[in-house]
């Protein structure tokens, strides 16, 4: 007897009525990761800082339940898994996304840069998984965005190599402290993305543009990447199709920290 697939809104999505909660959400990968989680049928929850951006993601992607919240300050992260807690009564994905990303030569540094990125890409989601604890249940997990700087010794990047080298040691005590509860944990390391990170990093456009191509040539791909190939992976970390994965670190980077 011959079978007929089932039409497509017949088929179950993989995130249906999951509960998603994405920091930085509103640009980049972080936007391109809730479209896709929404797509998949789950409750997305979206923070950014405020301003502009909020309001155009608001505007683009209406499905998503769109908070202000700044990852840098402790009492706003505590607000936000409040109302979390108060609206929804559970989270079963949490994507840690936000960050900031500025360059400088070692010698040009500031200790207000440096306290600034500590505060955001460390402090942020320590505190975030910290907050968020009580509201993940056997099954659900936790995605911290990276970056191959982890691993590379790319000029200028000081600062911020040194946030993400922290933020890959914390999700390895995540994943031993979080496997009783059946909560996973892992990263994705973007390599060279074109995101607008770059356009906030300070620099004139013409030095940003300088610094794609120059990425691009390095990258094995020959090409920068894009939000929606992070994205992709972090969906999957973060899906049941990685379900005997935790404490690990794919790497979305062209080959430019493996080959």
């Known amino acids: 007897m011959r079978t007929h697939p089932k039409p497509a809104e017949w088929v179950m999505k993989e995130f249906e009525n999951k509960i998603v909660l994405i920091t930085g959400a509103t640009t980049g990968i ?3 990761a809730a479209k896709k989680f929404v797509e998949q049928g789950a409750r997305v929850i979206g923070t950014g800082r405020g301003g502009k951006s909020l309001e155009v993601a608001k505007s683009e992607l209406p499905q998503v339940d769109w908070k202000a919240s700044d990852v840098g300050d402790p009492a706003a992260i505590e ?3 409040a109302g979390v807690k108060s609206e929804y009564g559970k989270l079963d994905v949490l994507y840690l996304n936000a960050g900031i990303a500025r360059f400088a030569p070692w010698a040009e540094g500031s200790l207000s840069e ?3 990125h500590f505060n955001v890409n460390v402090r942020g989601p320590w505190l975030a998984i910290q907050k968020a604890l009580p509201l993940l249940g056997k099954g659900s997990s936790i995605v911290v965005t990276g970056s191959v700087v982890d691993r590379k010794g790319f000029a200028g990047t000081s600062i911020y190599s040194a946030t993400k080298a922290a ?3 914390m999700v390895r005590v995540a994943a031993a402290e979080f496997s009783s509860l059946g909560i996973r944990i892992n990263v994705v390391s973007p390599g060279p993305i074109d995101t607008p990170i770059f356009d906030k990093g300070g620099m004139p456009k ?3 543009d300088g610094m794609k191509v120059g990425f691009a040539s390095m990258v094995p791909l020959q ?3 894009t939000s929606e190939e992070a994205a992709n992976v972090a969906l ?3 899906s049941e199709r990685a379900s005997y994965v935790t404490g690990t670190e794919i790497c979305v980077d062209g080959g ?3 080959v």
Request: cysteine-free; charged content about 25%.
């Open 167 to 169: 933020v890959r040691s």
């Open 206 to 208: 013409e030095e940003s």
């Open 223 to 225: 090409r920068m990447g």
């Open 30 to 32: 972080g936007f391109a």
């Open 114 to 116: 440096f306290e600034d």
């Open 79 to 81: 607000s936000l898994f």
């Open 256 to 258: 430019i920290a493996q």
């Open 236 to 238: 999957f970390l973060a």
